[in-house]
Antibody, heavy 114, light 107 residues
Framework: QLQLQESGPGLVKPSETLSLTCTVS??????????WGWIRQPPGKGLECIGS???????YYNPSLKSRVTISVDTSKNQFSLKLSSVTAADTAVYYC??????WGQGTLVTVSS | EIVMTQSPATLSVSPGERATLSCRAS??????LAWYQQKPGQAPRLLIY???TRATGIPARFSGSGSGTEFTLTISSLQSEDFAVYYC?????????FGQGTRLEIK
């Protein structure tokens, strides 16, 4: 059974870089059939796609975040990662990793505050 | 960017009754449309993908229909565990986008 688990700091200071990792178990991240992505949800608000990466290395980023986002894959660890630079309080959210549309992690709350 | 608009924002329905939720896309997304259910403190759960295919383990009372720009999620006989927020999601174009959600509450 495929499982995804987000990990990373729960508190990030303004202007710093948010870094999260998604560890995949029960399946290989090297599968060419799926996208591996990040979605976020500010407290009490809706869902926003941040971006995705495919096994080919192709990446797709939300234009509203593109200048600050990097998504990468580490096949040796069966993980993929999110980096979001120059964060502000508006980046406070629950961050989810996902495979395609079906499998999501449980989410991790990241608060941006000094 | 494709804008997904859900209606109504809140729907009040009695247990055992039918609920119909709507989602409209600002341009065609073909059948690349998913529906999610989200309960407080939980990750969204996939209900429907491909506009009308139930995800694994989803009860038959959930059904999806539509293509292009107009989509519907129907819950045929509401159970207590169905009261939640529902989101539609297009994955036809980048950036992928979600509707703002419909809150399904007990009448």
């Amino acid at each position: 059974q495929l499982q995804l688990q987000e990990s990373g700091p729960g508190l990030v200071k303004p202007s710093e870089t948010l870094s999260l990792t998604c560890t995949v178990s029960g399946g290989s991240i090297s599968s060419s059939s799926y996208s591996w992505g990040w979605i976020r949800q500010p407290p009490g608000k809706g869902l926003e796609c941040i971006g995705s990466i495919y096994y080919s290395g192709s990446t797709y980023y939300n234009p509203s975040l593109k200048s600050r986002v990097t998504i990468s894959v580490d096949t040796s660890k069966n993980q993929f990662s999110l980096k979001l630079s120059s964060v502000t309080a508006a980046d406070t959210a629950v961050y989810y990793c996902a495979r395609g549309v079906e499998h999501w992690g449980q989410g991790t709350l990241v608060t941006v505050s000094s | 960017e494709i804008v997904m608009t859900q209606s109504p924002a809140t729907l009040s329905v009695s247990p055992g009754e039918r609920a119909t939720l709507s989602c409209r896309a600002s341009q065609s997304v073909s059948s690349n449309l998913a529906w999610y259910q989200q309960k407080p403190g939980q990750a969204p759960r996939l209900l429907i993908y491909g506009a009308s295919t139930r995800a694994t383990g989803i009860p038959a009372r959930f059904s999806g229909s539509g293509s292009g720009t107009e989509f519907t999620l129907t819950i045929s006989s509401l159970q207590s565990e169905d009261f939640a927020v529902y989101y539609c999601h297009q994955y036809n174009n980048w950036p992928r986008t979600f509707g703002q959600g419909t809150r399904l509450e007990i009448k």
